[in-house]
């Protein structure tokens, strides 16, 4: 399983389980109140945003060092938790985890507001990390990048999936410098999956999309919310065959790709 329950994750706490724990809300929410023994992390520290480019991944070298500073390690269990203006967040750090061959993690089953509803421990403050130890062992096969999109536009047995919101997709409101998606996609809205707690899900199902005999490439603005539907896709409804195209609309528009509206 990749989520993981309040009760287990209490018990874990209580039983000073080896674990990394995780808080990818804004910094004021973690220093108000977090999780005991969980670190604060910027899932945008692992990007080129400062660069201008917020959608493109650091060079692994300097990805493995950002996450050994603020203490990942790749053989330790590793716990994420967001609140539900975060689960974008949670699902990126997820995913990159995931592209770096990490093994061992999960999400926060009902985010932090379910934590608290069921009245576990909070602390306010900081809580350091101690630095960890990465080895990247990289998965390509999960994520995309330009030059592969490109060369399967027009091909029947790709799937293209937009994750953003209908008014993005049809090129109503401006999303990572321009109007328009990248030709041949369809939309699948990831707030089709939010629910009252993050990662929270019961009958998820999902209708109108035929996934079968075909990979599927997800994309958005900036990567991040199709590391969320990946993860529904991929880890809850057990769909395979998926890449991420993780520089998504941002990169398309810098490299001149093809645009439909």
């Not at 990390?129 to 029947?156: C, H, M, Q, T, W």
């Amino acid at each position: 399983m990749v989520l993981i329950k309040a009760e287990e994750l209490y018990r874990e706490i209580n039983e000073n389980k080896d674990i990394i724990i995780v808080d990818v809300r804004g910094f004021p929410s973690y220093v108000s109140s977090h999780i005991p023994k969980a670190y604060w992390f910027y899932v945008w520290d692992l990007t080129k945003h400062k660069e201008g480019l917020p959608s493109v991944l650091k060079d692994i070298n300097e990805i493995c060092k950002v996450l050994e500073k603020n203490g990942f390690d790749s053989e330790k269990e590793t716990r994420i938790y967001c609140d539900i203006n975060t689960v974008t967040h949670a699902s990126y750090l997820f995913f990159v985890l995931e592209y770096l061959g990490f093994e061992k993690v999960k999400i926060l089953e009902g985010g932090f507001e379910k934590w608290k509803e069921k009245g576990y421990p909070v602390m306010p403050g900081i809580v350091k990390p101690k630095e960890g130890k990465v080895i990247a062992k990289i998965r390509s096969e999960i994520k995309a990048d330009f030059n592969y999109v490109n060369s399967v536009l027009n091909n029947p047995r790709i799937l293209l999936i937009d994750t953003r919101t209908p008014e993005e997709f049809y090129g109503k409101v401006k999303s990572a410098l321009k109007e328009g998606r990248i030709p041949g996609s369809i939309n699948l809205d990831h707030k089709k999956f939010l629910t009252l707690y993050p990662y929270y899900f019961e009958n998820l199902k999902l209708e109108g999309i035929d996934l079968k005999n075909k990979e599927i490439i997800l994309y958005c603005s900036a990567g991040d919310r199709a590391t969320y539907v990946y993860f529904i896709l991929n880890k809850i409804l057990r769909i395979n065959n998926i890449k991420v195209y993780l520089e998504s609309f941002y990169d398309w528009v810098l490299k001149n790709g093809k645009i439909e509206k």
